[in-house]
C-alpha cells in the first residue's frame, strides 16, 4: 500500500492536469487530490476507466498496453 501511494504521489501533478476542470484548482496535497478525484469522478473504478478511455493513462503509471497498437 504504501508504495502505491508513493507512485501516486509523484504522480500527483499529471493527473491534476489530467482531470483539469473536474478538481479543484492550485497546488493540492497528495489527500486533498484524492479526496477531490473521488467527489469528480467516484470510484477508483470509475477513475480508471476514465484515464485508459480518455487519457490512456493510469493513476500509478502510463502503460505500453493503454496505447493503440501501431
Do not use: H, I
Not at 504522480?11 to 496535497?29: E, I, S
Request: proline share 4%; hydrophobic share 45%; glycine share 8%.
Amino acid at each position: 500500500m504504501d508504495r502505491a501511494w508513493n507512485r501516486f504521489l509523484t504522480r500527483a501533478n499529471v493527473l491534476q492536469d489530467t482531470f483539469g476542470q473536474m478538481v479543484a484548482a492550485g497546488p493540492l496535497t497528495g489527500a486533498q487530490l484524492w479526496k477531490e478525484l473521488r467527489l469528480a469522478v467516484g470510484s477508483a473504478e470509475a477513475m480508471l476507466r476514465f484515464l485508459a478511455r480518455s487519457c490512456k493513462r493510469s493513476l500509478l503509471g502510463d502503460y505500453a498496453c493503454l496505447r493503440p497498437a501501431p
